[in-house]
């Protein structure tokens, strides 16, 4: 069973608007979020992350917001370039979970901003 | 610069053949970690260390087994080569606190012929 959900597998938006990627969980124990985003032939780099006990983290261009009454986070990049264009994975950890360190990660969602 | 590397970055193998995939890292980080990509499943958790001897099952983990003899490095080995373990692995590791950043290497495309 799928415990973190990317639901949109690609999106395109036009250079200069908001790209929102979305992103749903289950486990109600994952207490830290991140989101990764990926070129092709390079591996995943870190974007930005967020804990529980906050509802909003921005970083530049980039913000993610988290709802955790209703399990969900998305991440908004304005104005989108074409620079963005990669697959996004959202990624998520319980720090509570007996120690547990791992990240459970969605599918990704692949992002193409037109010029 | 500390760095992650993987090698090698592309391996074409047989059905039934044994491969390694190395994974080395210089940052001194405890926790490392196994994905493989797979299109419509993202990246899922082969196997993962937290450190010196320490290995644990992922989600995925029939069929690779890994060992940790020293802190910099993770092989990934694939004891008999299935066409399903066609794909591209990625090692990670990350210092020690689940808040962390996970780094990532660049990757191993791997064919099972």
């Known amino acids: 069973d799928q415990q973190v959900k990317q639901n949109s597998p690609s999106l395109s938006v036009q250079e200069g608007r908001i790209s929102i990627l979305n992103c749903d969980y289950t486990n109600s124990m994952f207490d830290y979020f991140l989101w990764y985003k990926k070129y092709p032939a390079e591996g995943p780099t870190f974007l930005i992350s967020i804990s529980s006990i906050k509802d909003k983290n921005e970083d530049g261009r980039f913000t993610v917001f988290l709802n955790k009454s209703a399990k969900h986070l998305s991440l908004h990049i304005v104005p989108s370039q074409p620079g963005d264009s990669a697959v996004y994975f959202c990624?998520?950890?319980?720090?509570?979970?007996?120690?547990?360190?791992?990240?459970?990660f969605g599918k990704g969602t692949k992002l193409t901003v037109n010029p | 610069d500390a760095e992650i590397t993987q090698s090698p970055r592309h391996k074409i193998t047989e059905t039934g053949r044994q491969v390694t995939l190395a994974c080395h890292q210089t940052w001194n980080h405890n926790n490392m970690f196994w994905y493989r990509q797979d299109l419509g499943h993202g990246l899922r958790l082969i196997h993962y260390?937290?450190?010196?001897?320490?290995?644990n099952k992922g989600e995925v983990s029939d069929g690779y087994s890994v060992s940790r003899s020293n802190t910099e490095d993770l092989p990934l080995t694939l004891e008999s080569a299935a066409s399903s373990q066609t794909s591209v692995y990625f090692c990670a590791s990350r210092q020690g606190a689940s808040t962390g950043e996970l780094f990532f290497g660049e990757g191993s495309r791997l064919t099972v012929l």
């Open positions: 990624a998520a950890s319980g720090s509570t979970q007996g120690g547990s360190e791992k990240l459970v």
């Open positions: 260390s937290y450190g010196v001897h320490d290995t």
